[in-house]
Every structure is written in structure tokens, then in C-alpha cells.
């Protein structure tokens, strides 16, 4: 079933917040989205300079018009403001019932501007009544349970004054670690009763999460919708909305908060650009790749050390693939990786897909070494694929078999991920069945970028650092030397290819250049 989700809430014409954010995030969660207009708000990344409130009946008359007509599932309700909106919106509720009403109190905005008359305040008290989940950010909860500003200073002050809003309220409360210090976000679902569900993300370091709370809410009330748990509600959304604020600024919108990338898993290899690179596009249609084209410097600041090309073809590649390693190593999970604060369920997550992952990649590099003609290089993926075992096996003896990692193994998956099957297929793919070019730049990225970004992370090495033997792992300097081999094999079969095949490797090295970003930002969503 498609959850039919109406949002009743404010604009915002920039897109980030408001009603414009909440159609987003339904549609994001999977729903059918519609939309009720309270005030028509004149924002922008920086902040409110106008708010026009049309006459109560017009919102009288969008809710009837909706209701009327469509079978309501959820409803979302964002920003009223006036005491007249307040009660028309109660009068409505009182006769549509709808079986998900998720509330977000929305009081004053990220920018600091009230969204509320103070009088409104105890009229929208009123509409808790009929609330399943109601969401106010730690301010609007200090302000709902009669803190003082700042009383509110960590997450258990936030949980217990939750538990007396749900207790007065019988709703369920939402507890959002946004506002709150810390390296890491906890986001809660509190019932009278405690905590029901719990989900716990790294904080990404951006000033664009404008309309975080907006769209949070309103997917909330569509994966209710869809009959999801509060568990399993938290975790979806928690899940998407990290990752929508981590892939913020590059949509660049606005000079002050941006908004946050509602639609960013649409985006994923969607675009051709993306993948072999803008300067690379125009050739790539051409379908010829006669000699390696020239790559613009980048702009970003390089690591410290990586793995140097061997020759104009892979020197090629590298700089393709450049903005990917950065992007890669600026994600979330690396960039806490590296700091030490990574959190242990998202380091095992990804230790358990990794293991899964190095099964099918050793049969791929199996693949390479029957494919091959000459038998050296045979003998190296032979024995590469030989070492990802023994890795893999170490892998289960040593990090997967700690006793503190068991509890948290129950509760990551154990199956292959979307992105580990489809990074997997792919490279299973490749090896099998394309030329033996393509399938050698297929598997380049895992030892290459693998490289790369152990090199970096190595600089961050230091002895009480969590994950220290991990580091230590891909420093090996056998790694290193099986890298140089397989961008030594690579540049020699670009050499002998055809345009055309040149043209197909390079696409296929670019693939697995963006699997490996993705595998790696998976963590904070399995
Ligand atoms: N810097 C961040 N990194 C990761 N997640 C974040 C960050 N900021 C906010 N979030 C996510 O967004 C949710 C809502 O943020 P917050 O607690 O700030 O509520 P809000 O004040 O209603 O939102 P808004 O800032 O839009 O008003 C948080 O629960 C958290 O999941
Ligand atoms: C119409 C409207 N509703 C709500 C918010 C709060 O959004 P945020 O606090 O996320 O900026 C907003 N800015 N505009």
C-alpha cells in the first residue's frame, strides 16, 4: 500500500522546510503526498522576513476539500500559528480521526524566528489529544513541559521530560538529539511508560539542516503509515535523514542554512556525469578513447600520501576518480572512523558486509586469473584472491569474534545489503563475462582506493585509538605492493585495448569507484 500522507503546515519558497519539505519526504519515505497551506511564510537559508496568514476559511476549505475525497492514512501537522488555524485544525481532527497524526510543535525555527503567537501556545496543547507522535525539538520541549531555556542539557534530561509530556499527553514523544552536544545524534520514541525506540547516529558537520525537523516528522508519520514498528519508523528515518543532511552542501541552495538532499538515493548512479566524469562525458559518447584525456586539477585538498599511477592510463583514472576518493573520505563514516568516534554498531555493520563482500570479490579476482593470458598474471590474482580469504578469515577470527561485538551482531544484518549484492554483481559481472581490460579496472578500485584510504586513515593511527588493529590491517605493505601490481597490469592492458574497450574499462573503474563510496556510507544506514 502507498500511504496517502497530508501534510497541513507553512511554506518555505526556497524548498527546505515546511510544506515544500514535507511533500519531499513523503514522497522520500515512500508515500503519495498532499498538501494544506496555513501561512505563507517569506524565508530563505537565512531566515524569516515575512509571514502572510490567508483567512481561516481557506484553510477550512483545503482540509474539507481533501477529505472529502481521499481516504486519509496520515497526517502531519507542521506550523499553525494563529489560534484560529489551531481550531479549525482541531475542528477537522475531531471529525477525520486519522489513525497517524504525527505533530511537530513547531514553535520557532532553526534560524531563531517564532513561528507561534504566544497566545497560540496553550491552544496547541490541545491538539495532543489526538497526536500518535508528537516532536519538539529540545527548545520546544523545554518550553512544553515548563523548563527553563537550557535546562535541558543532555539526553537523559531530554528522555525524562519526554516521558512526562507522553504521560500527560498519552501520546508517544519524539527525542531529537539535533540541539544536544555530542559527536553522536540519539533520536528517541518515548511512551510514559520509557524509551520505546532508540536509534543512534554520527553528527555530520554541515550548517544545512535547514527543515531537518519538518522533513524528519513527516516521514515518520508515512513509515507509520506503512506499518513500520517505532523501531523500525526510527531507524528509517533516522537512516535517510543522516544521509540527506550529509549529501547537503552539494546541492548548494542558498548562502545561510541550506536545506537538506530529501531525494539524494534517487540521485545515486543516476547521473552519466557522475560516472565517467565531466570531462570524460563528451569522449565517452564518441565511444572512442584513442588517447588518455587530460583531467583538471582538482580544486579539494589532496591526502597526504596515495598510491601513485603507473603510467598516462591510470594517472588518467586517478583523476577521474579524485572528487570520488574525497567525497569517499569526507563521508561520515570514514571521517568518524578516522577521529576514533565511530560507533561500535556501525563498525560492525560494516565489518560484517565486509566480510560478505570479500567472499564475492575473491571469486571475481578467480575469475580475472582464468581469464588471463600471460601467467604471471594469472599467479597475481590467483593469489590475491587467495589473500582476500585469508583476510576474510581473519576478519571472523579476530575483530567479528570479540565478546563485546556479540551483542551488537544480533542486531546488524547478516545478509548482503543492496549496495554489497549490487557492488558485488557487478564486479562478478565484469570479471566473467566482459573483456579482460574491463574486468581488471573492475576490481582496481578495491585494491586502489582500498589504498588510498587506508593511507589516509593510517595518519590517524595512535596507540589508544578504538580501532588501532584495524588500521593496521590494510597498512600491511604487501597490500600496498599488490596495489601497485594491479594499476602496473591495468595500464598495460589500456595500452593494448581498443578505444572502444578503453572506453568500457574506464566506465567500469568508475562503477566500482562509486560502489566503494557507497559501500562505505552504508554503515550508517544498515
Ligand atoms: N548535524 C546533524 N547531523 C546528523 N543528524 C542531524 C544533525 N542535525 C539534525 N540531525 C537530525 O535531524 C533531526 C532533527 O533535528 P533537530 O533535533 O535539530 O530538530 P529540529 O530543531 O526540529 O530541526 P530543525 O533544525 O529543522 O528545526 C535530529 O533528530 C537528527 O536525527
Ligand atoms: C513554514 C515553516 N515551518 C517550519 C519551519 C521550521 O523549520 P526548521 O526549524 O527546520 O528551519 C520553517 N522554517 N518554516
Known amino acids: 500500500m502507498i500511504p496517502r500522507v497530508l501534510s497541513i503546515a507553512g511554506t518555505d519558497p526556497t524548498g527546505g522546510a515546511g510544506i515544500h519539505a514535507d511533500l519531499k519526504s513523503i514522497s522520500a519515505a515512500g508515500g503519495y503526498a498532499m498538501g494544506a497551506v496555513t501561512a505563507v511564510v517569506a524565508q530563505n537559508t537565512h531566515g524569516v522576513t515575512d509571514i502572510h496568514y490567508p483567512p481561516v476559511e481557506a484553510l477550512t476549505a483545503q482540509l474539507e476539500a481533501v477529505s472529502s475525497d481521499v481516504q486519509i492514512d496520515a497526517v502531519k501537522i507542521g506550523m499553525l500559528g494563529r489560534v484560529d488555524y489551531i481550531d479549525a485544525v482541531r475542528a477537522w481532527l475531531e471529525k477525520t480521526a486519522p489513525k497517524v497524526l504525527v505533530l511537530d510543535p513547531v514553535m520557532v525555527a532553526t534560524s531563531g524566528d517564532r513561528l507561534i503567537d504566544e497566545q497560540a501556545e496553550e491552544h496547541l496543547r490541545q491538539l495532543f489529544d489526538f497526536a500518535t507522535v508528537?516532536?519538539?525539538?529540545?527548545?520546544?520541549?523545554?518550553?512544553?513541559?515548563?523548563?527553563?531555556?537550557?535546562?535541558?542539557?543532555?539526553?537523559?534530561?531530554?528522555?525524562?521530560?519526554?516521558?512526562?509530556?507522553?504521560?500527560e499527553t498519552g501520546s508517544w514523544v519524539a527525542v531529537k538529539g539535533g540541539h544536544l552536544e555530542g559527536s553522536e545524534i540519539s533520536n528517541y520514541l518515548v511512551s510514559a511508560e520509557g524509551s520505546l525506540a532508540e536509534t543512534r547516529s554520527a553528527?555530520?558537520?554541515?550548517?544545512?539542516?535547514?527543515?531537518?525537523?519538518?522533513?524528519?516528522?513527516?516521514?515518520?508519520?508515512?513509515?507509520?503509515?506503512?506499518?513500520?514498528?517505532?523501531?523500525?519508523?526510527?531507524?528509517?528515518?533516522?537512516?535517510?535523514?543522516?544521509?540527506?543532511?550529509?549529501?547537503?552542501?552539494?546541492?548548494?541552495?542558498?548562502?545561510?542554512?541550506?536545506p537538506i538532499d530529501h531525494f539524494f538515493r534517487m540521485r545515486k548512479f543516476s547521473h552519466p556525469e557522475e560516472l565517467v566524469g565531466p570531462s570524460l562525458a563528451h569522449t565517452a559518447v564518441l565511444g572512442e578513447l584513442a588517447e588518455p584525456v587530460a583531467v583538471p586539477e582538482s580544486q579539494t585538498e589532496k591526502p597526504l600520501q596515495t598510491i601513485e599511477p603507473a603510467g598516462p592510463w591510470t594517472a588518467m583514472l586517478a583523476g577521474l576518480s579524485e572528487n570520488i576518493l574525497q567525497q569517499t573520505i569526507g563521508?561520515?563514516?570514514?571521517?568518524?572512523?578516522?577521529?576514533?568516534?565511530?560507533?561500535?554498531?556501525?563498525?560492525?555493520?560494516?565489518?560484517?558486509?565486509?566480510?560478505?563482500?570479500?567472499?564475492?570479490?575473491?571469486?571475481?579476482?578467480?575469475?580475472?586469473?582464468?581469464?588471463?593470458?600471460?601467467?604471471?598474471?594469472?599467479?597475481?590474482?590467483?593469489?590475491?584472491?587467495?589473500?582476500?580469504?585469508?583476510?576474510?578469515?581473519?576478519?571472523?577470527?579476530?575483530?567479528?569474534?570479540?565478546?563485546?561485538?556479540?551483542?551488537?551482531?544480533?542486531?546488524?544484518?547478516?545478509?548482503?545489503?543492496?549496495?554489497?549484492?549490487?557492488?558485488?554483481?557487478?564486479?562478478?559481472?565484469?570479471?566473467?563475462?566482459?573483456?579482460?581490460?574491463?574486468?581488471?579496472?573492475?576490481?582496481?578500485?578495491?585494491?586502489?582506493?582500498?589504498?588510498?584510504?587506508?593511507?589516509?586513515?593510517?595518519?590517524?593511527?595512535?596507540?589508544?585509538?578504538?580501532?588501532?588493529?584495524?588500521?593496521?590491517?590494510?597498512?600491511?605493505?604487501?597490500?600496498?605492493?599488490?596495489?601497485?601490481?594491479?594499476?602496473?597490469?591495468?595500464?598495460?592492458?589500456?595500452?593494448?585495448?581498443?578505444?572502444?574497450?578503453?572506453?568500457?574499462?574506464?566506465r567500469a573503474y568508475l562503477e566500482a569507484c562509486l560502489w566503494e563510496r557507497e559501500f562505505f556510507q552504508q554503515a550508517s544506514y544498515l
Not at 512544553?144 to 537550557?150: D, I, K
Not at 515518520?220 to 543532511?245: F, H, K, N, P, Y
Open 331 to 506: 563521508d561520515g563514516f570514514l571521517t568518524a572512523l578516522q577521529r576514533g568516534n565511530l560507533s561500535t554498531r556501525e563498525f560492525v555493520a560494516y565489518q560484517v558486509q565486509d566480510a560478505l563482500y570479500l567472499d564475492r570479490y575473491a571469486r571475481a579476482l578467480s575469475l580475472l586469473a582464468a581469464k588471463s593470458p600471460l601467467q604471471e598474471e594469472t599467479a597475481f590474482w590467483a593469489g590475491s584472491a587467495s589473500n582476500t580469504y585469508e583476510v576474510e578469515q581473519e576478519l571472523h577470527r579476530s575483530w567479528l569474534a570479540r565478546r563485546e561485538v556479540a551483542d551488537f551482531l544480533k542486531t546488524v544484518p547478516s545478509a548482503p545489503s543492496k549496495v554489497t549484492s549490487g557492488y558485488t554483481d557487478f564486479l562478478l559481472a565484469r570479471a566473467a563475462t566482459a573483456d579482460y581490460v574491463v574486468g581488471a579496472a573492475a576490481v582496481l578500485p578495491c585494491f586502489w582506493m582500498y589504498a588510498d584510504i587506508s593511507l589516509y586513515m593510517a595518519e590517524a593511527n595512535r596507540p589508544d585509538h578504538p580501532y588501532r588493529s584495524w588500521l593496521e590491517t590494510y597498512q600491511d605493505q604487501d597490500f600496498v605492493l599488490a596495489t601497485q601490481k594491479a594499476i602496473a597490469i591495468v595500464e598495460r592492458l589500456f595500452e593494448e585495448a581498443r578505444p572502444d574497450q578503453r572506453v568500457r574499462a574506464t
Open 203 to 258: 553528527r555530520i558537520e554541515t550548517s544545512s539542516t535547514h527543515g531537518t525537523g519538518c522533513s524528519q516528522s513527516s516521514a515518520l508519520a508515512t513509515r507509520l503509515a506503512a506499518g513500520d514498528s517505532g523501531q523500525e519508523a526510527l531507524d528509517w528515518v533516522s537512516s535517510w535523514l543522516t544521509e540527506s543532511i550529509a549529501r547537503a552542501d552539494q546541492l548548494q541552495v542558498g548562502s545561510g542554512n541550506g
Open 134 to 167: 508528537i516532536t519538539p525539538n529540545t527548545p520546544e520541549l523545554e518550553i512544553l513541559v515548563g523548563a527553563q531555556r537550557g535546562e535541558i542539557r543532555g539526553v537523559d534530561d531530554a528522555v525524562d521530560a519526554a516521558r512526562r509530556l507522553a504521560a
